[in-house]
C-alpha cells in the first residue's frame, strides 16, 4: 500500500526520480546536494526539528547526524508522540530560543 507520503514525493520529485534524489535525500553518498552540507567552515547554526509520529522522522535524525559529521553546529530537537506540523507552540518556542541563541552568538 502507498502511503500520502510516497504520493507527496511522487509529486514533488523530477519524473523517475527515487528517494535518493537531492531533494528528497541529502544524505546519500552519490548525491550532488550532499556539498550543501558543506557548511561547517562557516560557523552556521543549523535547527533540525520533528516528532516521533513523523512519518519522515528517520531522515530527519539522519540529516541531523550527517550535518553534524560535516562540522555544523546542529541543534536537534525531536519530541515524542508530535506529528508533522503538529504541536505548533511547542515549536514556536524551540524556533525563537534558536535563532535568539543564534542572534547572540552573532
Not at 534524489?21 to 543549523?46: F, I, K
Not at 506540523?85 to 543564534?102: C, H, N, P, Q, W
Request: glycine residues 12%.
Amino acid at each position: 500500500m502507498r502511503t500520502l507520503t510516497d504520493l507527496m514525493w511522487e509529486l514533488s520529485l523530477p519524473i523517475c526520480a527515487d528517494h535518493d534524489h537531492q531533494y528528497c535525500n541529502p544524505t546519500t553518498d552519490s548525491n550532488p546536494g550532499l556539498a550543501a552540507l558543506e557548511v561547517g567552515s562557516l560557523g552556521w547554526r543549523a535547527l533540525v526539528t520533528g516528532g516521533s509520529g513523523d512519518p519522515l522522522i528517520d531522515r530527519q535524525v539522519k540529516l541531523a547526524k550527517v550535518m553534524e559529521e560535516k562540522g555544523v553546529s546542529v541543534v536537534g530537537q525531536f519530541f515524542d508522540g508530535h506529528q508533522h506540523g503538529g504541536r505548533f507552540e511547542s515549536l514556536a518556542y524551540v524556533i525563537k530560543d534558536f535563532v535568539y541563541v543564534t542572534t547572540m552568538k552573532g
